[in-house]
Each structure stands twice: as C-alpha cells, then as structure tokens.
C-alpha cells in the first residue's frame, strides 16, 4: 500500500528488538520514509540493530535521515550501519553522537568500511563518542571520498590527540571536499589550530 508518512520519530521511546525488527520489515518495502529517529533508545539489543540496517539497503527504501544519537550500538551494529553506508546513495543525513558502546576499535573498522564514492551524505555527527587517532585517520581517508559532505561535527572525542586532530587538514585543504562546516572540540590546543591555519 502507498503511504504518504516521511517521518518517523521513536527517540526516548523504550522499543526493544521486537519492535525494531516489526519496523524494519514495514521500512524495507517502503517508499514514502525519509527520516527515522531513535535516538536516546537504549533498549535494542545487536540483534535489532541488525535487523534494521538489512532493511535499509533494501532498494525500495529511500531513507535519507537517520538519527541515533545515545543508543546502545556495539561493534557488531556499527559494524552492519558500515555495511549498510558502504552501498547508500541515499542517506544525506546520518548523527551518530554518544554512540559510547563503539570501541575504538569498533570506529577504527567502521570508518574503513565507509569508503564509497557513490555517498550523498551531507551531515555527519560523531560526537562524544571513543574515537581516537587511528580511527581518525581511518576516517579522514574514507570522508576524502564523500564529495557531498558539507558538515561535520566531531566534539568531546577525547581520546583524539594533537596527531589526530591534525588529520583533518588533509580533508580541509582537499581540493574534492566540499565541507562548509566543521564543528569540533574538546582536547584542542594552538598546536591543532596552527594545522588548520
């Protein structure tokens, strides 16, 4: 049945995985839902996570916002939104702040698999999050391909050193980035300002 509804707004509701599950089998044959929220949910387990990321790269759903900011994602969720970022040419939007159940580790492996030259993001936040330097230059790398990306927001990642935060001059100073704001903070001093002078 066609539908007319663009948004879906679930954020500091307390679905769990079945409920997740039930709107990701309705989300992968829809047409109409362009923006999802389900921040501050800290009730949906690996399992729902995964569930929802295999219906969004159905190809009839067109989502293009999607917010998640203090959710519970692990590893293996970060994981399978990768999975599912690498194949988007849809999602303009993406806010993945707070996302403290994501290891360095976790981000160091996502950022690598986020590498597609078919991506429309516009909007990116990872803020307070446990990102560090690795993970940083694994994500600079993939951004550097993301020729849409006008926004980026990077705040409170406090295991991101002098090093890391000088990483993000290669994104600035490229010639392909199309970044118009970056908002960051945290652990800066006047050696990371001098980097981006």
């Known amino acids: 049945p066609n539908s007319s509804l663009e948004k879906i707004d679930l954020r500091r509701t307390l679905i769990r995985d079945d409920?997740?599950?039930?709107?990701?089998?309705?989300?992968?044959?829809?047409?109409?839902v362009k923006g999802l929220d389900l921040s501050v949910i800290r009730s949906i387990t690996t399992n729902g996570w995964l569930a929802l990321f295999s219906a969004l790269d159905s190809p009839q759903c067109i989502l293009e916002k999607l917010f998640m900011d203090n959710t519970n994602i692990d590893d293996d969720g970060a994981n399978a939104l990768a999975s599912?970022?690498?194949?988007?040419?849809?999602?303009?939007?993406?806010h993945l702040s707070?996302?403290?159940?994501?290891t360095s580790t976790g981000w160091l492996a996502f950022f690598k698999r986020l590498q597609n030259p078919k991506s429309v993001l516009l909007d990116f936040d990872v803020s307070f999050n446990n990102i560090d330097d690795e993970a940083v230059a694994a994500m600079v790398?993939?951004?550097?391909?993301i020729s849409t990306l006008a926004k980026l927001r990077i705040?409170?990642?406090?295991?991101?050193?002098?090093?890391?935060w000088q990483e993000f001059s290669i994104l600035l100073g490229s010639p392909h980035s199309a970044l118009e704001k970056f908002v960051f903070g945290g652990n800066i001093n006047d050696e990371v300002i001098i980097a981006f002078a």
Do not use: P, V, W, Y
């Open 141 to 145: 790398a993939s951004l550097a391909h």
């Open 155 to 164: 705040i409170d990642n406090q295991s991101i050193t002098a090093l890391g």
């Open 19 to 32: 409920g997740i599950i039930a709107l990701s089998n309705g989300l992968s044959g829809n047409n109409s």
């Open 84 to 94: 599912f970022l690498a194949n988007s040419n849809k999602l303009e939007m993406l």
């Open 98 to 102: 707070g996302s403290r159940g994501i």
